[in-house]
């Protein structure tokens, strides 16, 4: 009869040495899955959302602000607004006004691309000035800070170059302004004409000459914010 007592023993032993195995086999197996198995919805819209917010960076600037942008001619027809250059410099407090720097700041700043254009006319100037924040939440709390009724101030500092056409193009000269968000992005705008008269010297305003500002900031707003989803088989992701 005591020969009998070890049978059990070893019939639960086996037992558990086989649930174990089943269990490291299955471990394993969702290891192997989890090791293999391709991103997920949620992992592309989320590495989708980081690409979008990296653009600012990584993008060329010369694709952020192209050479040309179209606009709607105030006596009709399309134009294009040329480009007259891009700023090196990024620093959030030296792009905009005092009265508005402290809000970029509280909400998460990175930099402040920005560039000049002038019409197709070359009588107006325009500076878009691109402000990357933290995250969507933080670029719809600074945009509140920026005028929307069409005034410049408090707002964009323009953008001048020597020896162009934009050398006049000085904060006394702003005339309009505007301010749009999308996704991390705000995009600003700031216009004068390009004969350097002060705002505040200007004849009787004429708001429609300085309309093709937003417009053309849209291209640039959309350019930036369009998402992408990522796509595994280019050489641009890694998935």
């Known amino acids: 009869m005591n020969s009998a007592r070890p049978w059990p023993t070893l019939v639960v032993a086996s037992a558990l040495t086989l649930a174990c195995a089943v269990a490291a086999g299955v471990a394993g197996s969702a290891a ?3 090791l293999t198995r391709g991103p997920s919805t949620a992992e592309l819209r989320a590495a989708a959302e980081q690409e979008v917010a990296e ?7 010369g694709r952020i602000f192209p050479a040309t942008l179209p606009y709607s001619a105030e006596q009709g027809g399309r134009e294009r607004a040329s480009r007259v250059g891009i700023s090196r410099h990024t620093a959030c407090g030296d792009s905009v006004d005092a009265a508005v720097a402290e809000s970029l ?10 560039a000049t254009y002038v019409d197709a006319l070359r009588g107006v100037l325009v ?3 691109v402000v990357a924040m933290r995250d969507a939440l933080g670029a719809e709390r600074a945009k509140s800070a920026f005028a929307d009724t069409g005034k410049p101030v408090p707002g964009l500092v323009p953008l001048a170059f020597r020896g162009t056409v934009a050398d006049r193009f000085t904060s006394a000269v702003r005339q309009a302004g505007s301010v749009r968000q999308a996704g991390p992005y705000l995009v600003l705008t700031t216009a004068g004409q390009v004969d350097g008269r002060p705002g505040d010297a200007a004849d009787e305003p004429r708001p429609a000459i300085f309309a093709f ?4 900031s849209e291209h640039v707003l959309t350019g930036l914010s369009a998402p992408r989803m990522p ?3 280019a050489e641009e992701w890694q998935c």
């Open 32 to 34: 192997g899955t989890e």
């Open 55 to 61: 653009r600012w960076r990584t993008w060329p600037p």
């Open 105 to 114: 700041s509280a909400g998460g700043c990175r930099g402040v691309l920005r």
């Open 127 to 129: 500076t878009i000035g």
């Open 213 to 216: 500002a937003a417009e053309i």
């Open 231 to 233: 796509d595994c088989s």
